[in-house]
C-alpha cells in the first residue's frame, strides 16, 4: 500500500515539469556606520540604510515532443502495476492460508484413522490374546499383534504435529494468538472438498484477470513510454520565461526604488552530446524489450499453472473415487478375516495384513482429498480468482 502512495507521488512530479514553474523571492538588509571621523565630517554620528528587493521568475517548458507527458504516461503505467501488486500480494496469502488450513484438517483426518486403526488392532490383539488361552495361538502371533498397536502408537505424535504446525502458520497469517485458532480447529470438521463443477473453459481466457499478467502488461508500458522520453531530449526545447524585480532602498537622507521586469523565449538545442542522448534511447528500448519478454514468459507460466492445474484437479477426481471402492473393498476383507480366524480357517498374518492395508487405504484417502482441495485451491489462484476461492469444510 506504500508502494501505491510512491506511485501516486511520483504521478505528480513526473507532470510537473511540464506545467508552469513560478517562484517568488525576497530579502531585506539594513547597514549602519558609528564614529568620529563622520561626525567631524558631515555633523553627524551615525548613518543608516536599509534595502528590500523582492522578485518573481516564472517558466515554462511547452512541451512538443512530449517529454513530460509521456513521464506522466509512464508514471500512470507504474501506478497501475502498484495496484496490481496488491492484487498479487493478496492472492499469495489467500492461497497460504487456505492451503494451510486444508493441511490442518489432513493432519486432523489422519490422527482420527490413526486412532480408529489402534482401536481396530487393540481388538485384534484382545481376540488373539483370547485365541491364545483356549490353546489356539501362539506366542508369534501376540507378539505380531502388539507390534502393529505399538506401530499405530508411533504414528499419532507426526499427525499431532502436523495439524499444530498448520494451526500455528494460520494464526500467524491471521494475526492471532496460536491458542484462538488452535481451539477452534481442534473442535472437528470435515475436510473440505470442492464444491463446484470443474469444466471452466480455455486457460488462455481464464489467466485475463490474473494480477501478475496485468502488473507485467502495465510494466511494459511504462518502460515503452519511457522511449518518448528519451526521444524527446534529442530534439530542440522551447522555454518561455520571464522575471520581474523591485527593490526600495531607505537611508537618513533620502528614499527611492526601483523596478525591472524581462520576458521572452529561449531555445536549448542539443548539437554535440557524444551520442549520450542517442544512447538514452537505446537504454530505453532495451528495456522496454526486457518487459516485453517478462510479460511474456508471465503469460506463458499463467497458461501452464492453469492446464497444470485442471489436469492435476480431474486425476484427483478420479484417484479419489477409486481410493474410496478400495477403503470399502479392505474394510470388507478385514471383517471376513476376522470371521475366518475366529472360526480356525486362516491365519492370524491374514488379519493383520487386512489391517495393514484397510490403514493404508484410508490414509491414501485422506491424502487424496488434500491434493483434490490443494488443487481445486490452486485453479482458483492459477485464473486469478482469490475472491472465489472457496472450500466446504467451514
Known sequence: MERIVEARANVVAAGAGGLPQLNGGASASTQGSDGSFARR???NDHSESTQLAAGLDASWLLDFFGQYRRAKESANASLDAAYDDVNVARLAYLSDLTSSYIDARYNQEALALARKSLTSRRETLKLTNDIKAAGAASNLDVVQSEGLVNQTLAELPAYETGF?????????????PATTVTADLIRGSSQPMPRYNTKIGIPADLIRNRPDIRRAERLLAAATAQIGVAESQLYPSIT?????????????AVRGGAAAWSFGPSLNLPIFNGNALKANVDIAKSGAEQQYIAWKQTVLRAVEDVENALISLRKNYETVAALRKVVSSYEEALGLARESYKGGATSLLDVLDAERSLSSARIQLAAGIRSLAANYVALNIAVGGGSAVEVAGQ
Open 41 to 43: 565630517s558631515t555633523g
Open 164 to 176: 499444530h504446525v498448520a494451526a500455528n502458520h494460520i494464526a500467524t497469517l491471521l494475526g492471532v
Open 240 to 252: 518561455l520565461s520571464g522575471t520581474i524585480d523591485a527593490s526600495r532602498t531607505i537611508t537618513n
